[in-house]
């Protein structure tokens, strides 16, 4: 605790330090330097909110503005002959955020998932693997003959036509599998992941999809998928929970409004930056997409642009909420809404999770209603058309997951600033042990 304490002193001391700097050497052009600068963030902001809701020129002068904007407070900074100053203002900032997050890291609540023996070992190991799946990290990195040289059986998704995946993996159960696992995909891995914990029975993920966000959550190696393969010979099991959305699995989130409507259009698999660049405009003013409304224990969320409901809360580092998700058996979901129809309540994102359009909650469950029978979700990145009203629940260690005892596993989450409880921290008296939230 004296560690905590002199390192939260320390970021008071930083933080004057750069408020002294701008005073001392800016003089009484510090004010302008500071309204300056909150002045260009806030007209970039609102510059990337007009290109991503309009089309042709309009939308051409305001990238103009965004990549212009931090440009012409550096030549003004020069001009003044005070770009150092802002430099060094700056890097004192950049310090004392970095000593309060170290002063904070010891009020966190434990972020690791416990770890169980993983036994017995498994007789019958049944892997599903895409070849498509990762630009071909199947094939890649050999997963097939590595797998099977470890006792597993394998199958490769291929054609010609559709395969039900599902109706592979209950088969390979009713033949004697007692454990299953996917390379591919995170729609795939769900998919598979819920049968798994169906019949009772672990389940390996093999980082052989595009992101690998699940994969990542569970602190396996994203580059070298054939290190997951590990788990067959060397593993651990950790319980962790199941997102459910109308009675289908997801492992990492459900996403409503704006990102759905992009992810069901026919060309963004082929396109993905094109396709959400034409799409967005009419979304963001209202042309089309269904009016939302979510209802979470006592919460009501009011036509949201924009809904992300995730397996156990994500970070919430970053005004998406997609950051990291540390624990994934805490038992509850993760809510993100956000409403921006004007480039005012664009600028307002400035204020992170403080923002007037931004809503974060936790909740067991979540009802989305919607003006349309029916809605695009997108389920793990892939777009589904549900039937509303959608539920989505949480089942609360449902999945056994297999994974490698030695593994990058996952990073510490970084706690947020937190000044006052710094200045608890750094007082004469013995700090309050209540604990803060953690970002990633």
């Not at 005070?82 to 310090?95: D, E, G, M, R």
């Not at 770890?115 to 990195?141: T, W």
């Not at 129809?341 to 936790?362: E, F, M, N, P, V």
């Not at 990058?408 to 700090?431: I, Y």
Request: with cysteine; hydrophobic share 50%; proline share 5%.
């Amino acid at each position: 605790m004296g560690k905590q304490r002199w390192l939260a002193r320390l970021s008071f001391v930083l933080a004057g330090l750069a408020v002294v700097i701008l005073v001392l050497f800016a003089g009484l052009s510090s004010l302008a330097m500071l309204a300056i600068a909150a002045a260009a963030a806030v007209v970039g902001l609102a510059a990337a909110y007009v290109f991503l809701s309009r089309r042709g020129v309009a939308r051409w002068l305001s990238f103009g503005v965004f990549v212009l904007a931090p440009i012409a407070v550096i030549a003004v900074f020069a001009f003044r002959n005070l770009l150092w100053v802002a430099i060094a203002t700056a890097a004192a900032w950049l310090l004392a955020s970095t000593t309060a997050r170290l002063a904070l890291a010891g009020d966190q609540e434990d972020w690791h998932m416990p770890e169980h023996q993983a036994q017995p070992p498994a007789r019958h190991p049944y892997l599903i693997m895409n070849p498509k799946s990762g630009d071909g990290k199947v094939g890649k990195f050999d997963l097939k003959r590595k797998a099977e040289a470890l006792g597993a059986e394998v199958f490769l998704l291929g054609g010609p036509g559709h395969v039900d995946v599902a109706e592979v993996a209950r088969t390979a159960i009713a033949e004697g599998a007692d454990l299953l696992g996917v390379a591919g995909g995170d729609g795939t891995q769900a998919l598979v992941a819920g049968i798994a914990a169906g019949h009772g029975i672990p389940f390996m993920v093999i980082s052989a999809g595009t992101r690998n966000h699940f994969a990542l959550d569970l602190g396996l190696d994203r580059e070298d998928p054939a290190a997951c393969l590990a788990a067959l010979s060397e593993a651990v099991e950790l319980r962790i929970d199941l997102g459910v959305i109308n009675e289908r699995i997801f492992v990492n989130n459900a996403s409503f409004g704006a990102y759905a409507e992009v992810v069901e259009t026919p060309a963004y698999r082929g396109d993905k930056l094109g396709t959400t660049l034409s799409t967005l405009p009419d979304l963001l003013q209202g042309h089309r997409g269904a009016r939302l409304h979510a209802q979470a224990d006592d919460t009501q969320l009011e036509a949201p642009q924009a809904l992300l409901v995730s397996n156990n809360p994500y970070g919430t580092g970053d005004i998406a909420g997609l950051g990291r998700r540390s624990r994934l058996d805490r038992g509850v979901l993760g809510v993100v809404g956000i409403t921006v129809s004007s480039a005012r309540q664009a600028a307002d994102l400035l204020r992170g999770s403080h923002a007037a359009g931004l809503k974060l909650l936790t909740t067991g469950q979540i009802t989305i209603t919607a003006d349309e029978p029916q809605i695009p979700v997108g389920v793990d990145g892939e777009s589904v058309l549900m039937s509303t009203p959608v539920t989505c629940t949480v089942s609360p260690g449902a999945l056994r997951v297999w994974v490698p005892r030695d593994r990058p596993g996952v990073a510490a989450p970084k706690p947020q600033v937190n000044w006052a409880r710094l200045r608890q921290l750094a007082g004469p008296g013995r700090p309050q042990a209540d604990r803060i939230q953690v970002s990633q």
